[in-house]
């Protein structure tokens, strides 16, 4: 399984830059995680628009979909120009309807998932747990048989998160916040307590990501550090986790 880092700001794009989107790939078999704010015009530089087979979204915020709609233009765009009416499915968690709606277009298509079901898209099987969020959002646990990533997506700190990641290859956290910070009320973690869930999951590696705009970002290293011993690193374009 391979992971390539789109985009990983949280709240909105830095500079060129982009809100959360990870690639996965596995077999020639290409998901794309969470559509965010600048992701579409960074995603072309590792996977042709047209070669996307689906789209998985942890909730509707708009640092986590902002980009669906220009997605789906592009999917119209292409019928235009080659005459390919692929449709692309687009996943999602049915509890905003207004949000699940928008995933429906000309040629992409919303695909309700079950939280309390695993999920099948390819070779990924996916399952889900609930984060602390103000609105419905699911973290995920994906896996190709081999290996296993974990994405927390947005979420406050929560036990459950040591037992949903356990032994996972590469935990995605939430990480919005310095160390001593209280994002609890935003629906956020800070760096001590992505360090804390990589170290109670006993993960192989920690990659801090939904990274705030100020402040000296290498500090969030040093601070999970302090909880977590194995490798951590912060999320950047291009980034590529391959296992």
């Given at each position: 399984?391979?992971?390539?880092?789109?985009?990983?700001?949280?709240?909105?794009?830095?500079?060129?830059?982009?809100?959360?989107?990870?690639?996965?790939?596995?077999?020639?078999?290409?998901?794309?995680?969470?559509?965010?704010?600048?992701?579409?015009?960074?995603?072309?530089?590792?996977?042709?628009?047209?070669?996307?087979?689906?789209?998985?979204?942890?909730?509707?915020?708009?640092?986590?979909?902002?980009?669906?709609?220009?997605?789906?233009?592009?999917?119209?765009?292409?019928?235009?120009?080659?005459?390919?009416?692929?449709?692309?499915?687009?996943?999602?968690?049915?509890?905003?309807?207004?949000?699940?709606?928008?995933?429906?277009?000309?040629?992409?298509?919303?695909m309700a998932y079950?939280?309390?079901?695993?999920?099948?898209?390819?070779?990924?099987?996916?399952?889900?747990?609930?984060?602390?969020?103000?609105?419905?959002?699911?973290?995920?646990?994906?896996?190709?048989?081999?290996?296993?990533?974990?994405?927390?997506?947005?979420?406050?700190?929560?036990?459950?998160?040591?037992?949903?990641?356990?032994?996972?290859?590469?935990?995605?956290?939430?990480?919005?916040?310095?160390?001593?910070?209280?994002?609890?009320?935003?629906?956020?973690?800070?760096?001590?307590?992505?360090?804390?869930?990589a170290a109670m999951?006993?993960?192989?590696?920690?990659?801090?990501?939904?990274?705030?705009?100020?402040?000296?970002?290498?500090?969030?290293?040093?601070?999970?550090?302090?909880?977590?011993?194995?490798?951590?690193?912060?999320?950047?374009?291009?980034?590529?986790?391959?296992?």
């Amino acid at each position: 399984m391979k992971l390539t880092v789109i985009g990983f700001w949280g709240g909105y794009p830095a500079v060129d830059g982009a809100t959360s989107a990870y690639l996965l790939e596995k077999d020639g078999y290409s998901l794309l995680m969470d559509v965010g704010s600048g992701s579409l015009s960074k995603l072309q530089k590792y996977k042709h628009i047209a070669d996307l087979d689906a789209v998985i979204v942890s909730h509707y915020h708009h640092d986590h979909v902002a980009d669906i709609g220009v997605l789906q233009y592009a999917k119209l765009i292409e019928y235009y120009v080659t005459g390919n009416d692929t449709v692309l499915p687009i996943y999602g968690h049915a509890e905003d309807s207004d949000g699940f709606q928008a995933l429906s277009h000309t040629y992409t298509k919303g695909m309700a998932y079950s939280p309390d079901e695993a999920l099948q898209i390819g070779p990924f099987t996916i399952t889900f747990l609930r984060t602390k969020h103000p609105v419905p959002c699911f973290g995920m646990r994906i896996t190709d048989g081999e290996s296993v990533v974990v994405y927390t997506a947005d979420s406050s700190y929560q036990e459950e998160w040591g037992a949903f990641a356990e032994g996972a290859d590469l935990l995605i956290t939430d990480c919005n916040y310095y160390a001593g910070s209280d994002g609890s009320n935003a629906g956020h973690m800070n760096s001590e307590e992505a360090g804390r869930i990589a170290a109670m999951a006993n993960v192989k590696q920690l990659l801090l990501s939904h990274l705030p705009q100020y402040g000296e970002r290498e500090k969030l290293i040093k601070e999970a550090k302090q909880h977590f011993p194995g490798e951590v690193q912060l999320a950047k374009e291009g980034l590529i986790w391959n296992r």
